[in-house]
């Protein structure tokens, strides 16, 4: 790796990143499709797919960023700004930080860019007065539960799935 490429920079994505982004969903969708390939399906680049990407980057609560070293994307996190519960039946309702997910290039794992994009997102988050961030991990993904419980996140709540 060349000097230049060994600073991480992170940037908000734009329409000319769904390539990169693309890459980066795909890593992390292997992983669930290897585990749970009756669940989850591979990863296409389709029309629902840039429909959801575009939406991502067109929307102001939504946002991608991209985590470069160099010319390379070595991670991402896509998020939104929701509520905890909008239908204000079940919790106390107010605004949180929504990680839709969050991946990293394999072989740059539990090298900071993880804690780099959360960092981000906290700063996101403070930065609008919201003081809930959340995301969903499957109990299959240990390396990831490891990863986001060293950043601070603890389990709140389980899904539960069974057969009928």
């Known amino acids: 790796m060349s000097k230049a490429s060994t600073t991480l920079n992170l940037r908000a994505a734009t329409a000319d990143d769904l390539d990169a982004y693309f890459l980066l969903f795909s890593e992390v969708q292997a992983l669930h ?23 991502a980057v067109a929307q102001a609560q939504k946002e991608i960023v991209i985590a470069w070293l160099g010319d390379e994307p070595v991670g991402a996190v896509h998020y939104e700004v ?21 991946a990293v290039m394999p072989h740059l794992r539990r090298k900071g860019i993880a804690s780099a994009l959360i960092a981000l997102v906290r700063q996101v988050a ?26 601070g996140l603890k389990v709140h709540a389980s899904t539960m799935l069974g057969e009928v």
Do not use: C, K
């Open 33 to 55: 499709v290897a585990e749970r390939p009756d669940l989850f399906q591979p990863a296409e680049m389709s029309d629902a797919f840039q429909r959801h990407f575009n939406d």
């Open 82 to 102: 929701t509520s905890l519960d909008p239908t204000g039946v079940y919790l106390i309702d107010r605004p949180m930080l929504w990680i839709e997910s969050i």
């Open 126 to 151: 403070a930065q609008q007065g919201i003081a809930d961030l959340g995301l969903e991990v499957w109990s299959f993904n240990e390396g990831a539960a490891r990863a986001f419980e060293s950043a």
